[in-house]
């Protein structure tokens, strides 16, 4: 059974840095995409950023761009979310994504979820 563990969520005050970690576990072949998703209280979720195990390929949404980073680690099934320039709308519960055999994760199309991990950023 696919399990995926995230950690690293918690409060800052804007301008402020948090580093999320995903790791993955209980699937025997490497995954082909992996992510992070959020939602804010009384939005939908929405995309952060993805990347392509292989290719290392990584897609960030605007609202992100210049101050989160995805990475990852392969050989620990992890990946990571450095947040930095933190801002009050920034704050949402997080979610880990993977995708096995889905081909895309930037649209959302997930086949496995983790619990999520809150993020709150104070003005």
């Known amino acids: 059974q696919v399990q995926l563990v995230e950690s690293g969520g918690g409060s800052v005050q804007a301008g402020g840095s948090l580093r999320l970690s995903c790791a993955a576990s209980?699937?025997?072949?490497?995954?082909?995409?992996m992510g992070w998703f959020r939602q804010a209280a009384g939005k939908g979720r929405e995309r952060v950023a993805v990347?392509?195990?292989?290719?290392?390929?990584?897609y960030s949404d605007d609202s992100v761009k210049g101050r989160f980073t995805i990475s990852q680690d392969n050989a620990k099934n992890t990946v990571y979310l450095q947040m930095n320039s933190l801002k009050p709308e920034d704050t949402a519960m997080y979610y880990c994504?993977?995708?096995?055999?889905?081909?895309?994760?930037?649209?959302?199309?997930?086949?496995?979820w983790g619990k999520g991990t809150l993020v709150t950023i104070s003005s």
């Open positions: 994504a993977v995708n096995y055999q889905r081909r895309d994760c930037q649209s959302g199309n997930i086949e496995y």
């Open positions: 209980g699937y025997t072949y490497s995954s082909h995409c």
């Open positions: 990347i392509y195990t292989r290719s290392g390929i990584s």
